[in-house]
């Protein structure tokens, strides 16, 4: 496949736009800001972070997890899982694979749910690193409570896929603000 | 045949495939769990490829069963070339039936396979298997596509397939180009990545009202401004036309054109310009008739927008207004994706962190106020303090209009630049000033933030509205004043040719219209061109306004902070003077009367769309340029989700209240008699009665008599009335029908839950109990050979409930075997061990891993609902 070459193939490009949510120039620009990335030895498999453009996500290294198909799980992308990155996060993308990727963002321990650890991992991510933003346990657990309250229909401890999904359809700005842009 | 060798090979693809993965997951050590989650996924897969490979052995069968099938094309090709016998053919219709039944297999395994073309972009695979797929898809539908359909029906549907194929490309390169087309939209991008979406948010909608005023640009530009320009009478030809003597001397000054007098008044910038001649041109182009219907038809045209714009933000944003998930959504969906910015991503951690405590104390409901009377006190006060601005500013407004007055009625020659444009530098320095002061002043209430912003919206509003009142109202009087002059000069003009006939006729009765020059033709004040002129005036000040503001406000300001931070005493960067925010609801605000202005004025000046656009495209850039190289994100980033249609909805209450002045204008003030494409008519939409009559045949006139007379009008009124009444009340009704789902859903729900508790707890005991009596059990297999009856039992419900912790909702139970008799004790307590290690937490009560055992069951119960 020409997806490292310098430029895309026109079937492949037309295969990518097929499979993603991204019009034509999304996925040039994409290429090539996925090139710039790249040194001389564009040829084999690039396994390039691209934690560049979230440089202000809490959820960076999360994010490059769940979209990373690399064996050695640290992250890594290819040209095509940072497609599948953009797709699932570009404008036109569906509530439903929106949801999916949020659900395995947030999904700390990759166990299929979200526990109480996931929560608390994932509120922590939220309220930023420093002390005076952080919640006390206290807080914690009176949110954590709450939460679970609201969205774990079947009272088993944990929010599951489907329960999240429940959750964040009836949301009004999921779908907007679950975007990046390049 | 090659066919058959392409499904094997495409079949041992799949097996590869399938191996792969496996190998895959067997490679990964990441974690049992892990597997689990991917493993659910994958069986979804399996059973759609496997599926497909059912599809694909069908049209196989089709294939072998008719060995004539496959080679048809060639038959039918022997066939042209030998033509066949009757028996042949009759064996051909036979086979021709049965062909046709595999062929519909075959069509719908084809159209199976481009819906899972069309979705997969909508799964959650990665690129490599959506790749495989698609190509694998798209070779099978390619392969039998062309073995579809048979005789003419075949050419119909190979030439079907051609065109959606071109369809397809079609629309995709349409797409593109669409989104090719979209200007500004890296620029916003950017914006957005270093901002939020709320700033982004402000530059949507300035693209948007670009967009909007582009289009009332166009049609007062091609059907007023350049017909007049191409083919009405030239510059010169008549007074209307034509600069008068007393200010030829003037005209070409900078200062005069600045204030769009002289010869920028006597062009087709403005109303006055226009002539009353019916048809010009050789096109006949009817001129009044075409003013008239643009000036309506730029009305017509922003309403429709705005409220088709609204339906379907409210379209959008309708579902969210239920409460029941505000924790939720406050952890799962505040984050915004969009902030790349480091600066911007503190803030919204704070914020985030601030909602969150909020949420909780609001919940805990400890939140007390301390001295209510003391709050209550403040903010009547700030209300009474807020309403003295608002009138001390309508009042200033209202004395400088009538001041400006009198020095226009002295002649604006002897006065200085201050005292020629008072009113609109008032204006200005009033929306720029007063704002502040009302921040200043929400200080005293104490609200909550949120609510904050909306007062302040709403005061700056008001603000807004009442300036502009007050200045249409002044305006009015300087109507009415003119209207007074004109009355006199009609008169003067009526003695001053009397007395021109009377002195020429001795001579030719047409000597008059040859000897005098138009520009000393005397002629009326012309209100509706004053009117235009003050409109394009307050656009131009007021957008010089805010490039100053803008420049100096921030692009000064900062480059004060960021150079003089070098010698200064204390940090200027984090410390008083700091850099400016962006603004989003005051610029917002700021468009929205603008546009209302445009809208208001451009009757009476056609030039105001052009004029606008151009302002809105300086301001883009300058905006743009200004937010990227001075502004800090804001301390309250807020999203921009629901507050779009507040925009537009104070949108539509600026164009409903600006429309209001120029209909009253139309409808209620005969036009001028000199000037303007309607002088010499009674009311300006006589213009229409004109044309009904002349340029329609008589019958339609006829009818249009009819239709607007009142017997007919006010039926029809009562109708709609009608109409509007039960188009509410059944909106109302399935409101209500709406809510009664809703509390069906819940008590569903509800039951769900308890149901579901239920058979937790019932998984859970009988869990517990088969753990019990299956160690009895082996102890007892251990110690003494115990009855074989019993154990069996036992062990069946054991075996299940391992089966169910390795398989989650696999409910297939296998007969227990004399191999597995040995099971229970030996392997049953295994993966629950397994299970535990991977969680990776030692602390976990047994009885809570197990807990979670069911979920896996209960999961499409869940969906189910």
């Known amino acids: 496949m020409g ?180 | 045949m090659p066919r058959d060798s392409l499904i094997t090979s495409e079949n041992d693809i799949d097996v590869g495939l399938d191996l792969a993965e496996d190998e895959d997951v067997l490679a990964s050590e990441e974690g049992h769990e892990r597997e689990r989650h991917r493993g659910k996924r994958r069986d979804g897969d399996r059973e759609k490829r496997k599926r497909e490979k059912r599809r694909r052995k069908e049209a196989h069968r089709a294939e072998e069963g008719e060995d004539e099938v496959q080679t048809r094309p060639e038959r039918r090709e022997r066939g042209k070339r030998k033509r066949a016998k009757n028996d042949q053919e009759a064996k051909g219709r036979e086979k021709d039936e049965a062909e046709e039944q595999e062929l519909e297999k075959l069509k719908e395994a084809v159209d199976d396979r481009k819906k899972l073309i069309q979705g997969l972009r909508g799964k959650p695979f990665p690129m490599k298997k959506k790749l495989v797929t698609l190509r694998e898809s798209q070779e099978f539908v390619e392969k039998y596509e062309g073995a579809l359909g048979k005789g003419k029906g075949r050419k119909l549907y190979a030439y079907k397939v051609m065109m959606t194929k071109k369809w397809m490309k079609f629309q995709r390169d349409f797409e593109n180009f669409k989104t090719a087309c979209i200007p500004w939209e890296m620029k916003i991008k950017e914006i957005e990545s270093h901002f939020g979406s709320s700033v982004a948010s402000y530059f949507i909608f300035l693209r948007w009202m670009y967009g909007i005023n582009m289009i009332l640009f166009g049609l007062t530009f091609g059907l007023v401004m350049v017909p007049e320009a191409l083919m009405g009478r030239p510059y010169g030809s008549m007074p209307r036309k034509t600069v008068p003597r007393g200010e030829e001397a003037s005209a070409m000054d900078f200062a005069v054109l600045w204030d769009f007098g002289g010869y920028a008044q006597y062009s087709v910038l403005f109303y006055g310009f226009y002539n ?134 002295d002649g604006l020659e002897n006065h200085t630049w201050w005292e020629r444009n008072e009113v609109n530098m008032v204006m200005s320095l009033l929306g720029m000033f007063c704002p502040m002061l009302f921040d200043v002043i929400s200080a005293l209430e104490n609200y909550h933030p949120r609510v904050a912003l909306q007062w302040q919206l709403g005061r700056i509003f008001a603000l807004f509205l009442g300036n502009l009142y007050t200045f249409i109202i002044a305006l009015m009087d300087e109507i009415n004043l003119k209207r007074e002059e004109e009355k006199i000069i009609k008169f003067n003009i009526t003695m001053w040719e009397v007395s021109l006939y009377n002195g020429t006729v001795s001579e030719n009765s047409t000597a008059p219209s040859i000897t005098i020059h138009p520009a000393d033709v005397p002629r009326g004040p012309c209100w509706e061109t004053m009117v235009g002129q003050e409109f394009v005036r307050l656009i131009i000040s007021d957008t010089m306004t805010t490039y100053i503001t803008l420049l100096i406000g921030d692009f000064l300001r900062a480059v004060l902070v960021r150079f003089l931070n070098y010698c200064w005493c204390w940090d200027l960067e ?27 004025g451009a009757f009476y000046a056609p030039c105001l769309p052009a004029l606008n656009v151009l302002r809105l495209h300086v301001s883009m850039y300058l905006q743009c340029w200004a937010v990227m190289c001075c502004n800090v994100p804001q301390e309250r980033v807020f999203k921009a989700s629901g507050s779009n249609n507040f925009y537009m909805a104070m949108l539509l209450v600026i164009l409903f209240l600006s429309t209001l002045p120029a209909i009253y204008t139309i409808v209620t003030i005969p036009p001028s008699f000199d000037c303007g494409p309607f002088s010499g008519k009674n009311r300006m939409f006589d213009v229409i009665h004109e044309t009904l009559e002349s340029d329609f045949p008589a019958w339609f006139s006829k009818v249009f008599s009819y239709a607007s007379n009142p017997g007919l009008v006010l039926p029809f009124i009562l109708l709609m009335v009608l109409a509007i009444y039960y188009l509410q009340s059944t909106s109302k009704s399935y409101r209500e029908a709406n809510v009664e789902l809703k509390k069906k859903l819940q008590t569903q729900n509800e039951e769900n839950k308890r149901k579901n508790k239920r058979a937790a707890l019932k998984a859970q005991m009988d869990l517990e109990e088969a753990r019990k009596t299956a160690s009895q059990t082996a102890e007892q297999q251990k110690n003494n050979n115990a009855s074989l009856q019993d154990q069996e039992a036992d062990e069946e419900e054991d075996f299940s409930s391992s089966q169910r912790l390795n398989h989650g909702k696999n409910g297939h139970h296998p007969p227990p075997t004399a191999g597995d008799r040995q099971l229970p004790a030996s392997r049953a307590p295994a993966p629950r061990t397994y299970h535990h290690g991977n969680h990776g937490a030692p602390g976990y009560l047994p009885g809570f891993s197990r807990q979670s055992e069911p979920r896996m069951c209960r999961v499409p119960s869940l969906q189910r609902h």
């Not at chain 1, 992250?75 to 899982?81: A, M, Q, V």
């Not at chain 2, 005051?586 to 445009?598: E, K």
Request: hydrophobic share 40%; aromatic share 12%; proline share 2%.
């Open chain 2, 276 to 409: 009353n001649q019916r048809a010009i041109g050789w096109l006949k182009f009817r001129m009044p008739l075409s003013y008239f219907l643009v000036g309506v038809g730029t009305v017509a045209y922003s309403y429709m927008v705005v409220i088709r714009t609204m339906a379907r933000n409210a379209n959008e944003s309708g579902v969210g207004d239920d409460n029941s998930f505000n924790f939720s959504w406050k952890m799962f969906t505040s984050w915004d994706y969009l902030i790349g910015n480091p600066e911007t991503a503190d803030n919204k951690f704070a914020s985030i962190t601030t909602s969150f405590k909020e949420a909780i104390l609001e919940e805990q409901e400890s939140h007390k106020d301390d001295n209510i009377h003391l709050t209550r006190f403040l903010r009547v006060l700030a209300n009474f303090l807020v309403l003295c601005c608002l009138a001390g500013s309508g009042y200033l407004i209202y004395f400088v209009v009538r001041r400006s007055q009198k020095f226009a009625l």
């Open chain 1, 3 to 182: 997806t490292t070459a310098s430029q895309l193939g026109k079937d492949v490009l037309s295969e990518y736009q097929e499979l993603t949510f991204l019009t034509k120039q999304e996925i040039l620009l994409a290429h090539k800001r996925f090139s710039e990335l790249l040194s001389k030895e564009e040829r084999d498999r690039p396994d390039t972070r691209v934690n560049i453009y979230f440089i202000s996500n809490p959820f960076r290294q999360r994010i490059c997890q769940v979209f990373s198909t690399s064996d050695r799980k640290d992250g890594s992308l290819t040209f095509e899982d940072f497609l599948d990155l953009l797709s699932a996060f570009s404008d036109s993308a569906t509530l439903e694979i929106k949801s999916h990727y949020a659900f395995r963002i947030f999904d700390f321990d990759d166990d299929g749910t979200l526990d109480t650890g996931d929560l608390e991992k994932l509120v922590n991510c939220l309220t930023g690193e420093t002390d005076e933003t952080r919640l006390t346990t206290d807080e914690m657990r009176q949110l954590i409570n709450n939460i679970l309250e609201e969205s774990d229909i079947d009272k088993d401890g944990t929010v599951n896929l489907s329960e999240f999904q429940h959750v964040i359809s009836r949301s009004p700005d999921f779908v907007s603000s679950f975007k990046i842009v390049l």
């Open chain 2, 574 to 600: 984090a410390g008083f003077p700091s850099y400016s925010e962006f603004d989003v609801s005051g610029n917002v605000l700021g468009l929205i009367f603008n546009q209302g202005m445009i809208w208001m």
